[in-house]
């Protein structure tokens, strides 16, 4: 089976799309993305931060048992 291509906006780290609402990704907000791969969840971030001339902060951390990526939105 072929994977989907990517929706823009969304990340894709483990195989699964996870879509996040980036219009809603104030400064000083964050979101907690669960995964495995953090390093390309990271690198998937980043890129969507550059298309939407924002700074960002990230994360590797264990939230509720869970393994993934804390993004905080710095400008």
């Known amino acids: 089976m072929k994977p989907r291509p990517l929706r823009k906006g969304n990340v894709c780290p483990d195989g699964v799309q996870m879509s996040v609402d980036w219009s809603s990704f104030v400064i000083g907000s964050s979101v907690f993305i ?9 690198e998937q971030v980043i890129q969507i931060a550059k298309e939407n001339k924002f700074g960002i902060e990230t994360r590797r951390r264990i939230e509720d048992g869970k393994w993934g990526l804390r993004i905080w939105r710095t400008l």
Not at 34 to 39: G, K, L, Q, V
């Open 34 to 42: 669960p995964c495995i791969d953090t390093e390309r969840c990271k």
